[in-house]
């Protein structure tokens, strides 16, 4: 067992773990208690973090694939071995249920395993060429110093679903984690120090959420930085792609979601109850997957409604590291007053809170599970990502009619569809526009998936063979033979 610490009060920067003079605290969602303390990085830090990565790439990139991939095969190994130590101080900065947390990191280490494999699969083409002594070659090569930006509700896996193929691809790696979570990113940091990822290889600036803007324009500022890989929200990832265009940098965008689950009207009701738990419910709604709109077929509704209704009553509030605990707290002030707000414009527009509704008896965040019922497209919590335990449900008619309804917004992350006719389900998985569909199944993620989404929801894919590619460059090579 390793003996290094995991909770980190400073940034780690070019191999160096560094202190700025100021600093911001990191508290627990469920209890408002200090966790931890890290440093407030600005353009200075920023600065050093690429020097320390473009200092390392030659080095880094040369290596053999199965170099690159024996610290990546080792994080993960200590990952998996200090599991319960990891997902503990997930959920004290996180807030989500200790399960959960230890879901997590196994998610998380997932990635890292399955990269360190991709890297020996990073293959280039041979391609007939048009004239008999011609030969053309194409080569993948990586694309240079990166940087990740990634999000508070998934701490860890936001993390190695980038630092994975990154590294894997021969790339260094800048991580600019949220405000609220930095401390997983400093203890993945920690264990990619002692794997030996060598030093400016792996990078990680915290600040406070006054400082993203000044960090995120000294990063994406400096041409030096070759790739933006950014998991958040729409707005911010618009505003990081425009920043991206003055030094044309390849970009990667996984943004928000507003994910239709489907329920047509021959689903098995137990099923489609159980996936819509796991897809409305997991992290207390706080997923970019998080089905956002529950679309009911005529002839299942009332079953449906009565079914969910009961499991959501059932759903066990409380802090994150209690046992048996299903939801947790929503990560701040600023969360749970934007989901109260979204229920009572619904409320105000015409819907029923049948279950739940307001802030749950624990107090602070919590939210309590909520049925909302006769939703409509046109609400606001239908337009936008509820992030948060409610569940609201629009009634349709036609096959056709839940189509559209579910094809109606400018998101198109992820999409549930429930159903038993095979036929029906082709033509409705064929016919979503979302970039994964899950077919009588409320969970998608795996290191396998190509994950990511079509039309707002982002640009590119993260897992998969895709999630390698998208950290490589393409290299023709003509050869005029004598
Ligand atoms: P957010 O406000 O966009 O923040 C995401 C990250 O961007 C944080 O590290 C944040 O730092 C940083 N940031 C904010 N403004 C910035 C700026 N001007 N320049 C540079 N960086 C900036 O999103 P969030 O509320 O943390 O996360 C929730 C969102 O993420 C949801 O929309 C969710 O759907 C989406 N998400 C998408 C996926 C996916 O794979 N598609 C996965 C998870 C989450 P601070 O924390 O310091 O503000």
Known sequence: MSAVALIRGRAYIAGEWVATGTHLDVLDPATGERVGRVPRCGAEQARAAVDGACGVFEQWRSLSAIDRAAPLHRMARTMERREEELATLLTREQGKPLAEARGEIRYAASFLTWFAEEARRMYGETVPAPSADGRIFVLRQPVGVG????????????????????????????LKPAEATPLSALALAAIAEEAGIPAGAFSVLTGDRADAADLGDALIGDARVRKLSFTGSTAVGK???????????????????????????????????AGCLIAKFRNAGQTCVAANRILVQDGIYERFRDALAQAIAALRVGPGLEPGVQIGPLIDRRAFDKVHALVADARDAGARSTVGGGQAEAGGTFFTPTLLEDVSADMRISREEVFGPVAPLTRFGSDAEGMALANGTPAGLIAYLYGRDFSRLVRGYEALEAGMVGVNTGLVSTAEVPFGGWKESGL???????????????????????
Do not use: Q, Y
């Open 147 to 174: 940087v990740a930006i990634t999000p508070w509700n998934f701490p860890c896996a936001m993390v190695t679903r980038k630092l994975g193929p990154a590294l894997a691809a021969g790339c260094p790696l800048i």
């Open 239 to 273: 505003k990081l792609l425009e920043a991206s265009a003055a030094t044309v940098k390849r970009v990667s965008l996984e943004l928000g979601g507003n994910a239709p689950f489907v329920v047509l009207d021959d689903a098995d009701v137990d099923a489609a109850v």
């Open 460 to 482: 590119g894919r993260e897992g998969s063979r895709h999630g390698l590619e998208d950290w490589t460059e393409l290299k023709s090579v003509t050869v005029a033979l004598d």
